[in-house]
């Protein structure tokens, strides 16, 4: 790994702790991420956050939000999300589209520690 | 990077941009599905959720939709004046996030859960009904610590800027914490330099700070000063010379009173001491009271 790479595990760490324990959740959206490791969008960015992911410390969820109320379900794939499904916070079937799909980055707990 | 990845990436791009927003992620997963080599597919899904992700390949600006929230004892006779502001310069959308009246005693008592899951309810909504809009939210007094905790239980909901003025919110809270909040440069903290309101309520009650007359410790928030009370922002010529510029293109216009700000009252800096302040002389004095006398 590149000297750039160990220098964002550091910040992933930093960030992990911050968030603390409890009831914050450490999804972050992307932009965030980016902020949080003071990266803008671009492709060397982007070859920084694809070898963080394939080291595994890194996830990527795309999660299916309900129009009005927040996430329903996490997937762990865009081609793993179905085209309808079970809206549990309004109890309707739920047609997925773009604007239903939202992308967060997980930091995983063991690797970051 | 390799010039061959940057190659990539920016085809990738070029990709995308012309194909309309709506249809990007199906088209992305018929890419994906298309794609029999494991390894590739998963670079193509990382660098297409990348690109979708930060909006590139989206070069259209946002409308603005600005949220207003009121604060106690108030109908909120100041959300029709700012949006007549607004809407005299600009096409941005303006909603009034209003909850009734709220009275000193529930305020003071913490009795606000039914108004925050009102405020919430309203919130949604609005993302719903706007979802392409970058979301501003202006807030004052006790409609400061409703945005704050809004955006504390919500944090999938994202916020482009928020303007606060004669908050109630603690002025050491970590909003850092929330990957929700807006970045640097995207909050200001309007602060009144004869606004006692903010005082009052952290020393009369526990849980409420006094940034609105303090200002906050925290660098995400940028501190502006005026020489007003607690309702005296609500002016034509502050719309205009301060609001306006930071609700509508993020611009902060700094304030005269900032850098030539008088210095605190002594009796401010002593009941802004710690939280519940006068609770805890009254206390003591009721046991006094009751000491000598019962």
């Known amino acids: 790994m590149r000297k750039v790479e160990y220098k964002m595990i550091d910040k992933l760490r930093v960030l992990y702790e911050e968030s603390g324990s409890g009831t914050v959740a450490r999804v972050y959206p992307v932009p965030f991420l980016l902020t949080k490791l003071d990266l803008v969008p671009s492709p060397a960015t982007f070859d920084i956050i694809r070898t963080l992911e ?60 | 990077m390799h010039s061959n990845s940057s190659t990539i990436y920016k085809k990738l791009e070029s990709e995308l941009s012309n194909i309309p927003s709506e249809k990007r992620w199906e088209h992305i997963k018929t890419r994906l599905l298309n794609e029999s080599d494991r390894q590739r597919r998963e670079d193509l899904e990382s660098l297409f959720t990348f690109l979708m992700a930060n909006n590139i390949a989206l070069p259209k600006k946002k409308e603005t939709l600005v949220a207003m929230v009121h604060g106690i004892r108030t109908h909120a006779e100041w959300h029709d004046q700012l949006e007549k502001a607004i809407k005299s310069s600009s096409t941005a959308e303006v909603k009034s996030v209003k909850y009734g009246f709220f009275d000193s005693i529930r305020f003071l008592m913490h009795f606000y859960g039914p ?109 502006r000063y005026f020489e007003c009370k607690h309702s005296g922002f609500f002016t034509e010529e502050l719309f205009d010379s301060y609001w306006l510029p930071f609700l509508l293109r993020g611009d902060c216009v700094d304030s005269e009173t900032t850098t030539n700000r008088p210095m605190m009252k002594y009796h401010i800096s002593i009941l802004s001491l710690m939280p519940g302040f006068i609770l805890i002389v009254l206390l003591v004095l009721i046991l006094i009271f009751y000491y000598l006398f019962i």
Not at chain 1, 68 to 97: H, Q
Not at chain 2, 167 to 174: D, P, Q, S
């Open chain 1, 54 to 113: 394939k080291r595994g410390f890194l996830k990527k969820v795309f999660r299916v939000e309900s129009p009005a109320l927040g996430g329903i379900a996490d997937f762990s794939s865009l081609v793993d999300i179905p085209d309808e499904i079970d809206d549990f916070r309004t109890g309707l079937s739920l047609e997925v589209k773009s604007e239903n799909i939202k992308v967060y980055y997980v930091i995983q707990q063991a690797l970051v520690k």
């Open chain 2, 115 to 223: 108004k925050l899951k009102h405020v919430t309810e309203e919130f949604r909504l609005l993302k719903r009904d706007y979802p392409d809009h970058e979301i501003v939210i202006v807030a004052h007094s006790f409609g400061t610590f409703l945005t704050t905790k809004f955006i504390e239980n919500n944090t999938d909901f994202n916020v482009d800027r928020v303007l606060f003025c004669g908050a109630v919110v603690n002025e050491n809270y970590n909003f850092a914490k929330l990957p929700n909040f807006p970045g640097q440069g995207c909050v200001i903290n309007d602060v009144g330099t004869q606004d006692i309101y903010p005082v009052l309520a952290k020393s009369c009650s526990l849980g409420y700070g006094a940034s609105g007359t303090l200002g906050f410790n925290r660098q995400q928030i940028k501190n």
